[in-house]
């Protein structure tokens, strides 16, 4: 594959033949690229930053520079892109702020045009962060999480896996596993169609992510009161999932949602 020749890739960096490398594409410090890589023209990659096998970097895209963090000092630190992951135009991934951090992302993320992913992140596998969506730093995402377009999520949240987060919501808070969050980090629903789709999760797991965004958000009791009473009705990997978050070490605390059938059927209703 060619290495098109107004390219500048500086000479620590590693580019197999098999690489694809567009017009003013520029590669700065010991970057290295896997197998079947396609960088798109005018995309930068800085840093000690590792980038998996058929990777799509596309124009304008930003991998691996400097944090935007007033802290940081310059220090080495790390970015690594999955293997099969799509970078689209003009997103940006910057490297870890602390030295030798990281700032990983998962295999087969889709991050779309404009798309901020912060220092320090991590995405766990088939991750999708919609246009313009913006994860500040320390901000983690559970496997195969999807965050709509102009979804801003706050420093240090955690995000479970199979988490739907709706277009231009805030998240301020965590967001537990296989649930669904809109407005200021509200849980409205779990993700039924995320699981059903998934096509790994079993009727009586799916069932159990019902029953669990049910007890933990339709109910009147303190929050840690309804984990209690969902804590020994959990009997799938689902429902032992969403304990094992909640009861996890959080800065942020968990996100509240819907407190009564009523405020369902009112904003449309989710349930299914």
Same mark, same amino acid.
């Given at each position: 594959?060619?290495?098109?020749?107004?390219?500048?890739?500086?000479?620590?960096?590693?580019?197999?033949?098999? =690489?694809? *490398?567009?017009?003013?594409?520029? &590669?700065?410090?010991?970057?290295? $690229? +896997?197998?079947? %890589? /396609?960088? @798109?023209?005018?995309?930068?990659?800085?840093?000690?930053?590792?980038?998996?096998?058929?990777?799509?970097?596309?124009?304008?895209?930003?991998?691996?520079?400097?944090?935007?963090?007033?802290?940081?000092?310059?220090?080495?630190?790390?970015?690594?892109?999955?293997?099969?992951?799509?970078?689209?135009?003009?997103?940006?991934?910057?490297?870890?702020?602390?030295?030798?951090?990281?700032?990983?992302?998962?295999?087969? =993320?889709? *991050?779309?045009?404009?798309?901020? &992913?912060?220092?320090?992140?991590? $995405? +766990?596998?088939? %991750? /999708?962060? @919609?246009?313009?969506?913006?994860?500040?730093?320390?901000?983690?995402?559970?496997?195969?999480?999807?965050?709509?377009?102009?979804?801003?999520?706050?420093?240090?949240?955690?995000?479970?896996?199979?988490?739907?987060?709706?277009?231009?919501?805030?998240?301020?808070?965590?967001?537990?596993?296989?649930?669904?969050?809109?407005?200021?980090?509200?849980?409205?629903?779990?993700?039924?169609?995320?699981?059903?789709?998934?096509?790994?999760?079993?009727?009586?797991?799916?069932?159990?992510?019902?029953?669990?965004?049910?007890?933990?958000?339709?109910?009147?009791?303190?929050?840690?009161?309804?984990?209690?009473?969902?804590?020994?009705?959990?009997?799938?990997?689902?429902?032992?999932?969403?304990?094992?978050?909640?009861?996890?070490?959080?800065?942020?605390?968990?996100?509240?949602?819907?407190?009564?059938?009523?405020?369902?059927?009112?904003?449309?209703?989710?349930?299914?």
């Amino acid at each position: 594959m060619p290495i098109h020749p107004t390219a500048i890739i500086d000479k620590q960096a590693h580019v197999p033949p098999s =690489c694809d *490398i567009g017009p003013n594409v520029v &590669i700065e410090g010991p970057v290295k $690229l +896997g197998e079947n %890589v /396609k960088i @798109y023209p005018n995309a930068y990659l800085s840093g000690w930053t590792e980038i998996g096998d058929r990777v799509q970097i596309h124009p304008g895209a930003v991998v691996g520079h400097l944090p935007q963090d007033f802290h940081f000092g310059g220090e080495r630190s790390y970015c690594k892109i999955g293997a099969g992951t799509i970078i689209r135009e003009f997103a940006s991934i910057h490297r870890g702020t602390q030295p030798e951090s990281w700032t990983i992302l998962g295999k087969n =993320c889709f *991050i779309l045009g404009y798309a901020h &992913i912060g220092h320090n992140c991590e $995405l +766990g596998n088939g %991750v /999708k962060l @919609y246009n313009c969506g913006a994860l500040a730093g320390h901000v983690t995402v559970g496997e195969n999480s999807i965050v709509g377009g102009y979804g801003l999520v706050h420093q240090f949240a955690r995000i479970g896996e199979y988490v739907m987060i709706g277009g231009g919501t805030r998240i301020t808070k965590d967001i537990p596993p296989f649930m669904k969050a809109l407005h200021e980090s509200k849980c409205v629903g779990y993700n039924s169609i995320g699981l059903r789709r998934a096509g790994k999760f079993s009727k009586e797991e799916i069932d159990e992510a019902r029953l669990a965004y049910r007890i933990l958000y339709h109910t009147d009791k303190p929050f840690r009161s309804a984990v209690e009473e969902f804590a020994g009705q959990a009997k799938t990997a689902t429902g032992k999932r969403v304990l094992e978050f909640v009861n996890g070490a959080s800065k942020l605390g968990i996100a509240g949602g819907r407190r009564s059938a009523a405020d369902v059927d009112e904003n449309g209703g989710d349930e299914d």
